[in-house]
């Protein structure tokens, strides 16, 4: 038995090794990426349910590692969190979003928003965090409205005094707070009331089976009353069928994303797709 022991010891051990070697390989790249320039963004339309009219874009992060290619983000947020380079990253993310915005803006295309996704560290350093928001706007001149923040439902659930009041002041800049992943915290449903947020969006785990489980149907149209009777927006993600969008259409979704419409595109991409001047 002891020697089992010590056998089952040294295979976890080598494993072990390799993945904190792996990790720590990571963990130089990401150091290096944001100064060689490898990050960049994609956009994702947000498309309005009722008119099919492109309203807004998700920025999302991706990273053109030089020998793995395409790195996508599941791959590196986490470690980005554990080591603070999502601070450094995330005001590269802010400041590059706005600076797409604006720059889509003067090149004549209707109105656009771009969401921006906010990490849990960055939130709660939120001295920086609205600091860099107010600091980005300025440079930019982007009108506040024209970005939008989202943070994940998980991030408050502990709804602290601190976090209403960082999301206070977020809001007095007039920059608009969406509830990324919507239904997945299984937070209570008060704090909606009182914090100041205007958009919710349904996670895709409940738009996947939509036409098919009545569970989810009952729980996507719970969240867009409840978003309804708190004058919020609301915006069903990973919107992949014409049925699932049929429902939508059906239970008064104002906007959704997914693949059905399109996947995260380019900015060159998404521009010649789906920005349209303002004179036509
Ligand atoms: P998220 O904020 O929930 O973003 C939506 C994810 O769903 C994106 O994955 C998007 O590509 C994917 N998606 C969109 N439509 C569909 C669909 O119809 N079907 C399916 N199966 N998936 C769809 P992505 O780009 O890999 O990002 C994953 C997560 O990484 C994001 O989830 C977000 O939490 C995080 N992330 C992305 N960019 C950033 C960033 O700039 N900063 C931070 N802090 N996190 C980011
Ligand atoms: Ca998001
Ligand atoms: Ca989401
Ligand atoms: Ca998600």
Known sequence: AKERGRNTYQFFSSDMTA???QRLTMENDLRQALHRGEFTLYFQP???VMTGEVEGAEALLRWEHPEKGMVLPARFIQIAEETGLIIPIGEWVLAQACAQCKAWQEAGYRRLRVSVNLSATQFLRHVELIRTVTRTLHEV???PDQLELEITESLLIQNTEEHVATLQKLGKLGTP????????????LSYLKRLPID??????????DLEADPDDAAIVRAIIALAHSLKLRVVAEGVETRGQLEV?????CDQ???????RP???????ARFLRPISL
Request: no cysteine; aromatic share 14%.
């Open 19 to 21: 993945k904190a070697l």
């Open 46 to 48: 947000q498309v309005n």
């Open 141 to 143: 001149r982007l009108d």
């Open 177 to 188: 707070i969406s509830v990324d992943d919507f239904g997945t915290g299984y937070s209570s």
């Open 199 to 208: 958009v919710l969006k349904i996670d895709r785990s409940f738009v996947r």
């Open 248 to 252: 939508l259409r059906h239970l008064e």
């Open 256 to 262: 959704y994303q997914g693949y059905l419409f399109s």
């Open 265 to 271: 595109l380019p900015a060159a991409e998404f521009e």
